[in-house]
């Protein structure tokens, strides 16, 4: 017997003493996908213009060499990156990372056929897609609004973007034979007090209406819609609040809302908000992010958040109902080990919420034990989860650790 199975097997008795069955929740981990994003592997430049400059408050800080020079190296990369990372994937792509074969394309112009070189990778790979209109770092977002801007032109251009990005989302459904989660981030608002805060709103909901007028197979693309509380220039006020996407989505069921942990007070978690929309039995698109005292996006560990994020999935038992997407970008470390260290503590965090005794600490529960639930949520976090993470590498013929 090898370590790693040596190993395993003292794994396996600690846990069972929790009746918890380590042999199951590896079958489980090899189900679940995580979305990984396209954009960490070079600061979201994307292929439009590799001079492009990143725009919409957000911004990936860092000059760390190496950076894709053109798609080859990106796709490179990006493989690179994908095979450090152990089980299920999905890559969520982003509509700057388009093939337009040299001849400006512009967003409302896209199409289908921009995007061959993603579903061949995909599907080369047996991974499914995900998909993200770019409604920031172009000309017509220069002036902060786009799907709320009060200049029609404007709003009419990037409406026609969002409906295009839909129909990709679906082709890459179709193509991958996994739904597309097709999720719209605007980064419209105000930098200083606003007045008029109401308008912009109605002209969002009036834009949402028009993007999704157009009913597509839900097989193939689910449209997610993603909140913020504010970004760099729109620090006071965001048309596409919380409030507003879950209220658009609960009124019209058009979308579902995207979360990103990121997105909200320092101190507010988004493992606490997950069941209650599960509990008017909406589904939910995460971008798992790490904050670091604002919406930095660092990449993301296995810190307490996470894993509540995971555990709360697992104890609602949503994991069909809980899309699992990332969302970070660094350019200060490696990029292409930044998005595997990214990807794999998502999964790590996955795994430990897997690994809990969920019955025991139910049962504490409900008999009002409130003296054992809380001794057993301390005494299980010095189970030996990496002996289980080994295993799960091994079946996936990853590297176990990456530091090398
Ligand atoms: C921005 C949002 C959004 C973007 C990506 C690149 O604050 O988090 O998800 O990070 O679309
Ligand atoms: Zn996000």
Redesign the pocket.
């Known amino acids: 017997m090898g370590k790693t199975e040596k190993n395993y097997e003292i794994a396996k008795e600690c846990f069972a003493e929790y009746g918890v069955g380590t042999d199951a929740v590896l079958k489980q981990m090899n189900e679940i996908p995580v979305s990984v994003?396209c954009?960490q592997i070079d600061d979201?430049t994307g292929f439009e213009d590799f001079d492009a400059k990143l725009t919409?408050?957000?911004a990936a800080t860092g000059n760390m060499g190496g950076k894709p020079k053109n798609q080859t190296e990106y796709f490179e990369q990006l493989d690179e990156a994908l095979k450090l990372i152990p089980g299920r994937l999905k890559i969520a792509a982003?509509a700057v990372y388009l093939d337009n074969g040299g001849k400006e394309v512009d967003r409302d112009q896209i199409e289908p056929e921009h995007f061959t070189k993603w579903t061949a990778f995909a599907k080369e790979r047996k991974i499914g897609l995900d998909f993200?209109p770019?409604y920031f770092s172009h000309k017509n977002s220069e002036e902060g609004f786009t799907l709320s801007s009060a200049d029609p032109f404007i709003r009419e251009f990037w409406i026609e973007h969002g409906k295009r990005c839909r129909r990709i989302g679906e082709y890459f459904g179709k193509e991958t034979g996994m739904p597309c989660i097709t999720?719209h981030?605007i980064?419209d608002g105000y930098k200083d007090t606003t007045v008029d805060k109401l308008s912009p709103r109605l002209r969002l909901r009036d834009s949402l209406d028009e993007i999704f007028a157009e009913e597509l197979d839900r097989n193939y693309c689910i449209d997610s819609l993603?909140s913020?509380l504010f970004?760099l220039g729109s620090e006071s006020y965001v048309t596409g609040s919380h409030e507003f996407y879950t209220n658009y989505c609960t009124e019209t069921k058009k979308a579902i809302l995207?979360m990103?942990a990121?997105?909200f007070h320092p101190t507010e978690s988004v493992a606490a908000k997950i069941s209650s929309y599960l509990a008017f039995g909406q589904e939910l698109m995460l971008?798992v992010?790490r904050p670091v005292r604002w919406?930095s996006?660092h990449v993301v560990i296995v810190d307490e958040e996470t894993v509540a994020i995971m555990e709360e999935i697992v104890r609602c038992k949503a994991l069909e109902r809980v899309y699992i997407g990332l969302?970070f970008?660094d350019a200060s470390i490696r990029r292409v080990k930044a998005t595997a260290i990214g990807g794999r503590s998502a999964k790590t965090a996955l795994l430990k919420a897997l690994l809990q005794p969920i019955e025991l600490l139910r049962q504490a529960e409900y008999a009002g034990d409130f003296t054992k639930r809380l001794a057993l949520l301390e005494e299980i976090k010095l189970l030996p989860y990496g002996f289980v993470w080994e295993m799960f590498c091994e079946q996936n013929e990853c590297p176990s650790v990456i530091s090398g």
Do not use: A, R, V, Y
Request: glycine share 16%; proline share 4%; net charge negative.
């Open positions: 994003h954009w979201l919409g408050g957000i982003h993200n770019t999720n981030w980064p993603e913020k970004g995207c990103d990121g997105h971008h992010s919406d996006d969302d970008f």
